[in-house]
């Protein structure tokens, strides 16, 4: 069976050591009456206290806690709140009290208990300055040319377009490689394993033509976009396929 408000409970009083019957009613005052917090149910900051229900009597008991029910854009007037506090959200909390003669608002209780006042990005990142809905970006990383030619203050840190495919560092690729893909470790390797085995090789590092009784222009040596070197002999010279093409002699 519940508790009446008429029933009794024993005390002591730690005073004159005397004992004392307390009325359940008397004792549900006095807890109200003190500093402790007391949830009393969910409000609707959008409306009078009036409309609320139950309805809640104004002014509040010092502690009164109550859960807000939905997002509140405009508080009414009947609600005195706190300095500077005009909105409240879902599941905030709203406390009397009695000391400010106003209603303290706790934000928590879900992702929709606090708002987002500002953002500030730091370099690489940007953020379009939108507090409630920001949109943050990263600049792409460049050449320190490339940033003095854009002029922005943004210097050369950010992120990578992105990475570098075996086609973009194949030596017999047409054209040149992007200059926005960077590359890899493993791309890396096996070009420092090539150029590792040609020194170890022994190999020539250098080709041009000349010598002791070497006919000029007998040798052809051309290099291609990727380095490639290529060596020939002139057929002019040496291995003439139609006397007719040679120049006539004059002397």
Same mark, same amino acid.
């Given at each position: 069976?519940?508790?009446?408000?008429?029933?009794?409970?024993?005390?002591?009083?730690?005073?004159?050591?005397?004992?004392?019957?307390?009325?359940?009613?008397?004792?549900?005052?006095?807890?109200?009456?003190?500093?402790?917090?007391?949830?009393?149910?969910?409000?609707?900051?959008?409306?009078?206290?009036?409309?609320?229900?139950?309805?809640?009597?104004?002014?509040?008991?010092?502690?009164?806690?109550?859960?807000?029910?939905?997002?509140?854009?405009?508080?009414?007037?009947?609600?005195?709140?706190?300095?500077?506090?005009?909105?409240?959200?879902?599941?905030?909390?709203?406390?009397?009290?009695?000391?400010?003669?106003?209603?303290?608002?706790?934000?928590?209780?879900?992702?929709?208990?606090?708002?987002?006042?500002?953002?500030?990005?730091?370099?690489?990142?940007?953020?379009?300055?939108?507090?409630?809905?920001?949109?943050?970006?990263?600049?792409?990383?460049?050449?320190?040319?490339?940033?003095?030619?854009?002029?922005?203050?943004?210097?050369?840190?950010?992120?990578? +377009?992105?990475?570098?495919?075996?086609?973009?560092?194949?030596?017999?690729?047409?054209?040149?490689?992007?200059?926005?893909?960077?590359?890899?470790?493993?791309?890396?390797?096996?070009?420092?394993?090539?150029?590792?085995?040609?020194?170890?090789?022994?190999?020539?590092?250098?080709?041009?033509?000349?010598?002791?009784?070497?006919?000029?222009?007998?040798?052809?040596?051309?290099?291609?976009?990727?380095?490639?070197?290529?060596?020939?002999?002139?057929? +002019?010279?040496?291995?003439?396929?139609?006397?007719?093409?040679?120049?006539?002699?004059?002397?």
């Amino acid at each position: 069976m519940p508790l009446q408000n008429s029933d009794l409970l024993l005390v002591q009083s730690q005073v004159d050591s005397k004992q004392y019957k307390l009325r359940i009613d008397s004792l549900d005052t006095y807890l109200e009456s003190t500093s402790g917090v007391k949830f009393k149910g969910s409000v609707d900051l959008n409306s009078s206290a009036s409309a609320q229900t139950p309805v809640v009597t104004l002014p509040a008991t010092n502690g009164d806690l109550y859960i807000v029910e939905s997002n509140t854009n405009s508080i009414n007037s009947d609600w005195i709140m706190e300095p500077s506090v005009t909105t409240a959200r879902a599941d905030n909390r709203i406390v009397w009290n009695d000391d400010n003669g106003n209603w303290n608002l706790i934000t928590g209780g879900s992702s929709s208990g606090g708002t987002v006042t500002d953002i500030t990005a730091t370099l690489p990142l940007e953020s379009d300055g939108n507090p409630l809905t920001p949109v943050i970006s990263i600049c792409e990383a460049r050449t320190a040319i490339a940033a003095d030619v854009a002029g922005d203050g943004k210097g050369t840190a950010g992120s990578v +377009a992105r990475l570098a495919e075996d086609a973009d560092v194949d030596p017999n690729t047409a054209g040149l490689g992007s200059s926005t893909a960077v590359v890899t470790a493993d791309l890396l390797k096996e070009t420092n394993q090539t150029v590792a085995a040609l020194v170890s090789s022994g190999g020539a590092t250098t080709i041009e033509e000349g010598g002791t009784d070497i006919v000029t222009g007998a040798l052809d040596i051309t290099t291609g976009l990727a380095n490639n070197v290529t060596i020939g002999v002139n057929e +002019a010279t040496f291995c003439p396929y139609s006397f007719s093409l040679l120049t006539d002699i004059t002397e």
